[in-house]
């Protein structure tokens, strides 16, 4: 008997059309829980006018209503504690409160219901398997429990069936000894993280390539779509890397890529609804073929902090052509977040175009860099300098760093002032790599 290629079948290649019918009258319950418990939107509602949950109409009035953001959400908590005015369920309903990072502001606290948790589960399982994790994997976590989001990865796991493997962070010597000794089949963590294990895993002697991994789930921060990224971690373990992207405030892993490798699927259908935006006019896009914009997403049956069209801040290019496995529905490439976007005289830049660049001069480079701005804030003036780590047992001369300079300003048009630092000077992460630095930025 064929193993099932998708985790849940009827959802995973519904058509959109027959999705938004379906959607629909789950929708207009949200909105109506909303004006029932949520203090925050009933504010919302009634500063943009609107006075009952049939006044706001449905999906196809979305585009009228505000847009959510994280300040908002970061100064109701403040403000209201512990969770701020969008709390919509009762305290003693929250079974978990996760956070995010804090890397752009102070930590947003996250709350779920068990129902909500259930949710992210049952979304992150469908990413999960269409990244190739089996429920007779054996598998290592490169997540711990708390208090990121991603936390719940673990969760997800242990409901998916697989062999764990619980390490964590923190602790790369424990997680190296459990690839080599267990021969795990697949390894969740971000792109960065992978690339800093291989490197510690051959500085003990051990190949990463030789360890039996099958499936690298890369999430977290953009990297595991650049094909030149993917690349380097895919020869380093001689193993697939399958992306995937979630949002602590929203869901885990709310995209998930198959075995095509051709972007990430949007797998929260059913929970979530996404919409697409141009991010300088706010007006809504198609989904279409080659189309780039930010997502938009609208819970639609979330209970402690449900949000409503809420901005993600990230630039991702569509995909509509069909793929071998069924999947329906819009496919993304995640380019970057506005949070690491800078802007050098008027051209938008992220760190991640810079990294696609900079590793197309492998192997004279590890394709680590570091941004570091002149002055704080978005708009920086030309050279951009950029901090750019040397290959292991390299000692380029100039001429290198000339060159990646010219590249840069041919395929970006921006200029930038190139660094060559050695070898394993610039920090590397067990989660998120820093890729922007204002350390001596001047205000």
């Known amino acids: ?10 959802a995973e290649t519904r058509d959109l059309a027959d999705q938004k019918r379906k959607d629909e009258p789950v929708y207009r319950k949200q909105i109506a829980y909303l004006f029932e418990r949520s203090e925050f939107y009933r504010a ?29 959400l970061r100064a109701s908590q403040a403000e209201h504690l512990p969770l701020g005015k969008q709390l919509a369920a009762p305290l003693e309903d929250v079974v978990r409160i996760y956070s995010t ?16 948790l259930d949710r992210w589960i049952h979304t992150s399982n469908r990413s999960y398997f269409a990244a190739g994790i089996r429920p007779h994997h054996r598998v290592v976590t490169t997540y711990n429990s708390g208090p990121f989001a991603a936390g719940a990865v673990h969760e997800s796991m242990i409901a998916l069936g697989v062999r764990m493997v ?3 962070s923190g602790n790369t010597d424990r997680l190296i000894t459990a690839l080599s000794r267990f021969q795990v089949q697949a390894m969740p963590g971000t792109p960065s993280y992978f690339l800093y ?10 190949d990463p390539a030789a360890c039996g991994i099958e499936t690298l789930v890369a999430g977290g921060e953009p990297g595991g779509g650049e094909p ?37 699927n949007f797998l929260a259908r059913d929970y979530i609804h996404m919409e697409l935006i141009d991010p300088e006019t706010e007006e809504p896009l198609p989904f279409e073929d080659g189309v780039m ?41 995640c380019v970057g977040r506005t949070d690491d976007m800078l802007i050098v005289r008027g051209v938008n830049v992220f760190p991640s175009a810079l990294r696609e660049v900079i590793n197309t001069f492998r192997p004279d480079v590890s394709g680590i860099l570091l941004v570091c701005p002149k002055k704080k804030g978005v708009q920086q003036l030309p050279p951009l300098p950029v901090q750019v780590e040397a290959a292991e047992g390299t000692a380029p001369g100039p001429g290198l760093a000339q060159a990646i300079d010219r590249e840069i300003r041919a395929k970006l048009l ?19 790599t820093k890729l922007v630095d204002y350390t001596d930025a001047v205000d």
Do not use: C, W
């Not at 993917?230 to 892993?253: C, D, P």
């Not at 938009?296 to 901005?311: D, G, W």
């Not at 921006?414 to 998120?432: A, G």
């Open 101 to 116: 990072s804090g890397t752009s502001g102070t930590p947003l606290y996250i709350p779920v219901t068990r129902g909500d």
């Open 166 to 168: 619980p390490v964590g």
């Open 197 to 206: 294990i291989a490197e510690a895993a051959r500085a003990r002697g051990i």
């Open 1 to 10: 008997m064929t193993a099932p290629e998708l985790f849940d079948p009827e």
């Open 293 to 333: 914009g930010e997502p938009v997403y609208t819970h639609l049956m979330q209970e402690a902090a449900p949000l409503l069209r809420y901005r993600s801040r990230d630039h991702v290019t569509v995909s509509m052509v069909p793929i071998a496995s069924g999947r329906t529905g819009p496919r993304i490439r």
């Open 414 to 432: 921006v200029t930038t002032k190139v660094e060559l630092v050695p070898f394993n000077s610039l920090p590397r992460t067990d989660y998120k």
């Open 44 to 72: 919302k509602f009634r500063e943009a006018g609107f006075k009952t949950p049939e006044t706001v109409g449905g999906l196809d009035d979305l585009r009228h209503l505000p847009f959510t953001v994280k300040d908002e």
């Open 228 to 264: 030149e990224v993917r690349a380097q971690i895919e020869e380093a373990f001689n193993a697939k890397v399958h992306e995937v992207l979630g949002l602590g405030e929203l869901s885990i892993s709310m995209f998930g890529e198959g075995p095509e490798q051709d972007g990430m």
